[in-house]
């Protein structure tokens, strides 16, 4: 082999293993991006508008567990302090849902508030450990709401 071809192949080599780095660069970024949940107690704020009236930073709480891989359940509380705020019982509801790559899916909230209750749904994301936004539509004795609940571990 003449050295013109060796200088090529060098070129080459040295190219393949730059690109290389970089992928895994790129995915060790992609790794440190997806954040996790734990179970423990949340506390956050409710906002949510329906056509007559708007709930703005409504303080909320929930005990959340992780029951299986990626699915979660708890008990929710319209309350900062993980009481019920209506003689609701032991919490004003149950929460489920689903995690999957920073991925908040399938969130369902079946409010139990007396001469109130309702169903909201939603799906959200992961902004940070321990911490999610979720966007919820849903209806219940103050009518159709629109809005998102944001949870942070205390």
Request: some cysteine.
């Amino acid at each position: 082999m003449n050295a013109y071809k060796i200088l090529i192949l060098i070129g080459l080599l040295l190219g393949y293993n730059s690109c290389k780095k970089t992928n895994s660069k790129n995915e060790a970024n992609v790794i440190a991006n997806k954040y996790v949940l734990t179970s423990g107690n949340y506390t956050g704020l409710w906002s949510s508008k329906t056509t007559n009236r708007s709930f703005t930073d409504l303080p909320v709480s929930t005990i959340i567990k992780e029951v299986a891989p990626g699915q979660y359940t708890g008990s929710f509380f319209i309350s900062n302090n993980f009481t019920s705020c209506c003689n609701s019982g032991d919490n004003d509801g149950v929460i489920s849902f689903n995690i999957k790559e920073n991925i908040l899916r399938d969130f369902k909230y079946n409010d139990i508030i007396p001469n109130c209750n309702g169903l909201f749904i939603g799906d959200g994301k992961l902004p940070e450990d321990n911490s999610i936004i979720i966007n919820i539509t849903g209806t219940d004795c103050d009518g159709d709401h629109t809005g998102t609940i944001t949870l942070s571990k205390k």
